[in-house]
């Protein structure tokens, strides 16, 4: 009984100073969980041997075990992402991509401390030069011309279709048109990020 006693007296310098770490509350909830060790040890049954339990997370959601994969953890093959399959035969462009697309790459988001808070930066979006496609497949972008040649990545969904566009000698992109929204959307080549939106 009298190690018990010394080891909570022992730890409860360190669980003060945790606490004065912890604060502001924003800060601890964009840096790390909350941990569990300290109310562990005041508790009997944290001498037995039972195993860690995990890290908390949100209310229904699972957590891995240390050391494991997501379920939807894939590899894939370098040569396939920066050479995806070219469709056969080919079809029309869907009519639906047919004009001109005033294109823009999205803002970005990222977060920054100062040892005591976090702050949100946004760094602010960008205009693109517009693209035209045609009905025969053609397109003009920029001071590039060229023809849609339609493909199948390695991120491809069923049912959507993904068209090659290029901006110079160096940039191409992986465009689909997403009817129920009335735009589209340009992903970079081989990796499949969002790179910029379309809409009239």
Not at 44 to 59: D, F, N, R, V
């Amino acid at each position: 009984m009298l190690a018990v006693s010394f080891v909570v007296l022992a730890c409860a310098p360190a669980i003060a100073q945790t606490g004065q770490w912890s604060q502001p509350t924003k800060t601890e909830q964009w840096s790390q969980p909350p941990q569990l060790q300290p109310q562990a040890q005041t508790r009997p049954q944290a001498q037995s041997p039972a195993p860690t339990p995990p890290a908390p997370g949100k209310p229904g959601q699972s957590q891995p075990s240390l050391g494991s994969r997501p379920a939807t953890t894939q590899q894939v093959d370098p040569l396939a992402m920066d050479n995806p399959e070219v469709v056969q035969p080919q079809g029309k462009v869907p009519a639906g991509m047919v004009g001109r697309w005033n294109l823009w790459v999205p803002g970005g988001i990222w977060y920054s401390t100062d040892g005591s808070r976090i702050y949100r930066n946004y760094t602010q979006g960008a205009a693109m030069n517009s693209l035209t496609i045609r009905a025969n497949g053609t397109y003009s972008w920029g001071g590039t011309t060229g023809r849609l040649t339609e493909i199948r990545p390695w991120f491809a969904q069923p049912g959507e279709r993904y068209f090659a566009v290029q901006l110079d000698a160096d940039l191409k992109y992986m465009a689909r048109h997403d009817a129920g929204k009335g735009k589209i959307d340009l992903f970079f080549w081989g990796v499949g990020g969002h790179a910029a939106t379309g809409t009239r």
